[in-house]
């Protein structure tokens, strides 16, 4: 039987650990940081893509209206 903790102690950090089936890759396990920043830079090119569709179908903001509208905001708060 094979010890997953001995196996992941000789495994650099930083460096993903592949687990194959049948030889092809199925699994790979990845330190929680990396595996956390990773979803945070999909959440935001998500997030980035939205705005992209949003200006292109409403219409672009210039400078000034994005510096009046956190303005605004900041009255608010």
């Known amino acids: 039987m094979l010890n997953f903790s001995e196996v992941l102690n000789d495994v650099a950090v930083g460096a993903p650990v592949f687990l194959t089936k049948n030889g092809r890759g199925r699994y790979a396990i990845v330190d929680i940081h990396d595996y956390e920043k990773s979803?945070?830079?999909?959440k935001l090119l998500s997030e980035?893509?939205?705005?992209?569709?949003?200006g292109e179908t409403e219409g672009w903001l210039s400078p000034?209206?994005?510096r009046a509208h956190f303005r605004a905001r900041a009255k608010e708060g």
Do not use: D, F, N, P
């Open 64 to 66: 000034e209206e994005v």
């Open 48 to 54: 980035l893509e939205k705005g992209r569709i949003s």
């Open 39 to 42: 979803q945070a830079t999909l």
